[in-house]
């Protein structure tokens, strides 16, 4: 059974910090599977915020984000991060973590097969 648990997200001021995790489990890793951050605000769509390749590492980033968010994973933990800094108030939304067998630079939701249950990030002015 595929399992993906998010934490880190909380309170945070703009121009502040958050790290979040993903802990994978159930998953059969192949060449092609991606990780991947996605977001979601009230009353707006769920959007592609980050992914990255399990095996090689190569990672792509939403440019609403690019240059203050980044993406890794560590292999031996299962465990995929989203560091965001310089958080705005309009980075508020929960984040999921999602995996899936999809190449590399897929950005549509509807595209990856496992979800998390999702962490809050608030950012306040």
């Known amino acids: 059974q595929v399992q993906l648990v998010e934490s880190g997200g909380g309170l945070v001021q703009a121009g502040g910090s958050l790290m979040l995790s993903c802990v994978a489990s159930?998953?059969?890793?192949?060449?092609?599977?991606?990780m991947g951050w996605f977001r979601q605000a009230p009353g707006k769509e769920r959007e592609f915020v980050a992914g990255i390749m399990w095996y090689g590492g190569n990672s792509y980033t939403a440019d609403s984000v690019k240059g203050r968010f980044s993406i890794s994973r560590d292999n031996a933990k299962s465990t995929v991060y989203l560091q965001m800094n310089s958080l705005k108030l309009e980075d508020t939304a929960v984040y999921y973590c999602?995996?899936?067998?999809?190449?590399?630079?897929?950005?549509?939701?509807?595209?990856?097969?496992?979800w998390g249950q999702g962490t809050q990030v608030t950012v306040s002015s």
């Open positions: 159930g998953l059969t890793f192949r060449r092609s599977y991606t």
């Open positions: 999602a995996a899936g067998n999809v190449a590399y630079g897929t950005r549509r939701a509807a595209d990856f097969g496992s």
